[in-house]
């Protein structure tokens, strides 16, 4: 309104032939803005350039040109390169993850555990974001999707350190335990990949929950009653309707979800054991070293970067197919 | 559905709520534990640990370190993904899906290989690990959220209030700072603390282009490498605190700020 209304006045000003005396007016009429202005607007196709370079070299140097610079270092010998030493390109650093277990275990390692939480957190999460979109009161659910982002809010290592002091061997877990007399020695949670899991699916449930939560909030009530009243039991109203109408939620929240865990680097450290050691792990051992380890790294966390996307993009197909398959 | 399933699916939400909050109640409550050792159960309470945390030089200047580059990154991202924004919504193009593919891309690549692509980078480019380095990949890692938000908000923006501008003489540049900016800023004011928080509680990306100065992050990891003490819970609790308070005061102003500009 107040836009309007200074944007009438100006009019007003500019038809009685008086200089707009406000910052605006004053900017929009001093000559070397003018000029630029105009040479900026000369015509759309310029306009567009001007406004389109930064972007476009923005992504191509900084979103991309990474990614590009560890595929090229990926490719040669020695990295950094030293005084007088010739770099060779060479898919060494590529044949040496096949050949050795300790590279390609933990690899697969990570990509099941991946697998594996994100089907947990799916499970775990769907009935609660079920019941926010379906049960509660629209005032309530924004009340009630807010009580579950604050822990989120929270970081990666605080909410890690906070699940080793819940399983630790002198933990709330084990002391509750002890004291309702279920056990005499602590169980050893830590370390292991339970105690992982636990930490991933913490860190990692939002994530899935806010795309479920959306796709079902977006679900209209009245299919259910539509089911309903055809005769279909609670089951098959959830198997039929439900559960096919949200597979987009789910795709999406399963592909983020999937994407965050493989690459957890503190978490498995800190909470995984020497047998529960991921690739994450593996690949930031190259980076601790001196530099010539590098080649290797980079080599590795291409693999597992193009895997990742492989998996997650026929994941994607995969869904599709299904939603098509029922709309038929 | 019946009344059973319904108070089934009901716990079910609460068992959550107690899943994701009872950690960090005990970890809050074992930074007033009077011993050394961590674990249950706590005896005897104190507030030693915060009070050394608040004289600890190191605590505090790393807190400060944490602070100033989630601002410098956050003014980055907030910019440039403001503008990617404004390029890609609403114009049709050759190459924009290709444009907007590179744009969401840092946020899809998993934590260590976005952390081992910037170091690889950065030492390329002869960039030193520290401060930085850890402000410009914070920058570039934030950006695809900034434009994802700014693009839902200004795909609802009506396009008649730029077209009265420019009928009554503002040039496109005028336009867009009187009436596309201001429509803009509850979405610029959303993303920019949602940026803060991500660089904030980074840690895979403040730990491999970091110099000899931690973030807080960091310095939680390290002194959780070498034994738990209730020292690191108080200092948990602090940034727990900042966090969590800084979350909870967004979402409020953001949402009476959509709100009034809605209405």
């Known amino acids: ?328 | 559905m019946n009344r059973g399933n319904r108070i089934l699916i009901g716990c079910t939400y609460w068992a959550f709520v107690l899943y994701v909050f009872v950690p960090l109640l005990l970890m809050i409550l074992m930074g007033f534990k009077d011993s050394k050792f961590i674990g249950f159960p706590i005896r005897s309470w104190t507030l030693d640990w915060y009070t050394g945390v608040f004289s600890d030089g190191e605590v505090l200047s790393t807190l400060g370190y944490s602070l100033v580059i989630a601002v410098l990154s956050t003014l980055i991202s907030v910019a440039v993904g403001t503008w990617i924004a404004v390029l890609l919504e609403g114009r049709k193009f050759l190459g924009r899906t290709a444009i907007f593919g590179l744009t969401i891309l840092p946020a899809l690549i998993p934590g260590i290989i976005s952390a081992i692509a910037f170091r690889i980078y950065a030492r390329w480019l002869g960039v030193e690990p520290g401060m930085g380095a850890i402000i410009w990949s914070h920058a570039v890692h934030n950006v695809p959220f900034v434009a994802l938000v700014v693009m839902a908000r200004l795909s609802t923006l009506p396009k008649s209030q730029i077209e009265a501008a420019r009928d009554l003489g503002a040039d496109p540049i005028i336009a867009f700072l009187r009436i596309t900016l201001p429509y803009l800023v509850p979405a610029i004011l959303g993303a920019s603390i949602f940026c803060l928080l991500l660089s904030f509680d980074d840690f895979v990306r403040s730990f491999f282009l970091g110099g000899y100065e931690p973030t807080l992050p960091v310095l939680i990891f390290a002194k959780l490498r070498s034994g738990m003490s209730p020292e690191i819970n108080a200092i948990a609790t602090v940034a727990l605190v900042l966090t969590a308070g800084l979350g909870i005061w967004a979402e409020r102003f953001t949402r009476r700020m959509k709100k009034e500009t809605n209405t």
């Open chain 1, 1 to 328: 309104m107040r836009n309007d209304a200074t944007a009438s006045a100006n009019r007003v000003a500019v038809a009685r032939g008086k200089a707009d005396r406000t910052f605006w007016g004053r900017l929009a009429s001093w000559t070397p803005y003018r000029s630029l202005v105009r040479l900026a607007t000369a015509s759309p196709r310029r306009q567009f350039l001007i406004l389109a370079a930064f972007p476009l070299l923005w992504v191509l140097t900084q979103h991309l040109g990474p990614m590009l610079q560890m595929l090229r270092v990926s490719l040669t010998d020695a990295y950094p390169v030293a005084v007088g030493v010739e770099q060779h390109f060479t898919l060494d650093n590529y044949t040496r993850f096949f050949g050795e277990r300790i590279f390609w275990q933990p690899f697969f390692r990570t990509l099941t555990f991946a697998g594996v939480l994100t089907f947990c957190t799916l499970i775990l999460t769907y009935p609660v974001a079920y019941f926010l979109a379906r049960h509660v009161s629209r005032k309530n659910q924004m009340l009630m999707l807010l009580l579950l982002l604050i822990p989120f809010w929270v970081g990666e290592i605080v909410r890690t350190y906070a699940i080793m002091i819940l399983l630790g061997n002198t933990g709330a877990v084990n002391q509750a335990l002890k004291w309702l007399g279920w056990i005499d020695e602590p169980i050893p949670f830590m370390y292991t990949s339970f105690s992982m899991g636990i930490g991933i699916v913490y860190l990692t449930a939002l994530y899935m929950l806010l795309p479920l939560y959306s796709a079902l909030e977006k679900l209209p009530k009245s299919y259910h009653e539509a089911a309903a009243d055809l005769g279909a039991g609670a089951w098959t109203r959830f198997r039929r309707v439900t559960l096919p109408l949200t597979l987009e939620g789910i795709s999406s929240g399963c592909t983020l979800v999937f994407l965050i865990s493989t690459g957890f680097y503190a978490t498995p450290v800190l909470l995984g054991g020497p047998s529960t050691t991921v690739f994450s792990e593996t690949i930031a051992g190259f980076f601790h070293t001196a530099g010539d380890e590098w080649p290797t790294g980079a080599a590795f966390a291409t693999i597992m970067f193009l895997t990742a996307m492989v998996l997650t993009g026929v994941f994607q197909k995969l869904m599709q197919s299904l939603r098509k398959g029922d709309t038929k």
